[in-house]
């Protein structure tokens, strides 16, 4: 019940519409935003994807198998994950 909980927040985490805080910049100076046009930049900082998130995409077997062996109260006993 807390993997479904945690699962269940994990993808409400990653398919949110709403975007982490960034830091304040300047959006209203020009010479700013024709800086990050001219360089083919964003004008927000990038975000470094979260690993257990990148598993998780690459795992999808492993991932759906441990939430189906939860789900019946089987839990994982001894698995052993290759990364």
């Not at 046009?37 to 441990?66: D, F, Q």
């Not at 019946?72 to 990364?83: D, K, M, N, P, S």
């Amino acid at each position: 019940q807390q993997i479904e909980r945690w699962l269940s927040y994990r993808h409400g985490k990653e398919n949110s519409s709403t975007s982490a805080p960034t830091l304040p910049t300047d959006e209203t100076d020009p010479m700013f935003l024709l800086t990050c046009r001219l360089l083919g930049k964003s004008t927000k900082k990038p975000r470094k994807p979260i690993t257990y998130n990148l598993w998780g995409r690459e795992n999808k077997g492993a991932v759906k198998h441990a939430y189906t062996l939860a789900a019946r109260g089987q839990g994982l006993v001894a698995t052993t994950f290759i990364i």
